[in-house]
């Protein structure tokens, strides 16, 4: 039986997209069976990040009601080197889709939470993936909870910014708890200096440990080449011996024992 | 020594009495746990009603925001429906491993909150909290 993992934060850009991405290709690249599914529905990125057009159909008209999980998922035929599948669902990226998905009432939101929870039946148990990657908005949207309340595990992307952290702490307590959601802490953009050595990285490890009271599942260093690719490199498909890549194969493991 | 005729119609007549009075006796214990079962759910129904958790302005939209202020025992049971889809009580219990009856209470409470629907068919009760999320799929309309 395969997984729903949803990456979350409670501030935007701390990585969620960027992690996502690359721990999806990562799976890939393993010859895991995996869809990516952009449930950040204000500021839609993987169709830009995959350089797709789509297929006429986006994640927007699965949640509407307009059609079935399938025909909303754009196959990429696994360009990262695994033998497994690799589907992505588009969130719609006009500027009138996202006026439309913001001005979405109650009765929709549970509907759109009946018809998620039921991706577990079609992508799972039908199409025999072995992983769904929610990629959420930040914060306490509506999509985001949907996507959590749907998800076997959570990984919540923080950095070292105090008033994520705060709300970070507040979120997992007030939110993810009350689900009785698995969760696991990601923190991102660490300053190198912070991890320079084994010893100074294990310290800082259970210093995350203390805040959040989580399951720390690795702390990723802040690195100019990633600021660099603007999003548009795949690291774990075209720079598999980068230290981030490495960083991701490790998180892709644990997220697998989680 | 053999038994007369009359004797062969007493002993026949003891069977068949202590037979009936047996199913009469199981009748009576289905009956009793039925009853039994109804008095948990009014019971249940009772002790949180007095907690005015029903809050207006909430009515009727099991969203996530909903699921949010419902207390921990009504938000595990109403979480696990909107996954299943549709349930009875006892599918409910099977994933909460709480009691069948504890669950039932909560249903139906959840029933007179207005986030659920229930639907009574032949002598199972399921629940659900709209038809379309219990498997129709609007796509194939």
Known sequence: ?258 | MRQTHPEIAMVTLYKSLQGKSTRVLEKIANSLDQLNEKIDVLIELQKHSRGGIVDESLTDVLDVMTLLSLPDHLRKTAVTLCKLGQATAEEIAEQTRRARAVESGYLNQLVLMGYLKKERRGRKAYFYVEKEASGEKPWEK
């Open chain 1, 1 to 258: 039986m395969g997984k729903i993992v949803a990456f979350h934060s409670y501030k935007g850009g701390t990585g969620k997209t960027l992690l996502s991405i690359n721990v999806a290709a990562t799976y890939a690249k393993m010859d895991k069976n995996i869809c990516l599914l952009d449930m950040d529905f204000r500021a839609p990125s993987l169709q830009a990040a995959f350089k797709t057009e789509g297929n006429g159909y986006w994640l927007n008209d699965y949640l509407n009601g307009v059609c079935e999980i399938k025909r909303a998922l754009v196959d990429l035929h696994n360009p990262h080197g695994g033998n497994g599948k690799f589907f992505v669902g588009l969130a719609n990226p006009s500027t009138e889709a996202i006026r439309e998905m913001s001005a979405k009432d109650r009765k929709w939101e549970m509907r759109a939470l009946g018809r998620l929870l039921s991706l577990r039946n079609s992508l799972l148990n039908d199409m025999h993936l072995d992983y769904v990657i929610l990629d959420t908005s930040p914060g306490l949207q509506y999509s985001s909870i949907n996507a959590i309340v749907a998800a076997d595990v959570a990984l919540v992307v923080t950095s070292l910014d105090a008033s994520d952290i705060k709300g970070t702490q507040r979120m997992t307590h007030e939110l993810y708890d009350l689900f009785e959601k698995k969760t696991g802490i990601v923190v991102n953009k660490v300053p190198a200096e912070i991890l320079c050595s084994t010893a100074e990285k294990e310290k800082f490890f259970k210093h995350v440990h203390n805040i959040h009271n989580l399951p720390v599942l690795d702390v990723i260093a802040c690195s100019c080449d990633v600021l660099r690719a603007g999003g548009t490199c795949i690291f774990a498909e075209e720079k598999p011996e980068h230290p981030f890549t490495k960083t991701l194969e490790r998180i892709a493991q644990k997220i697998e024992k989680f």
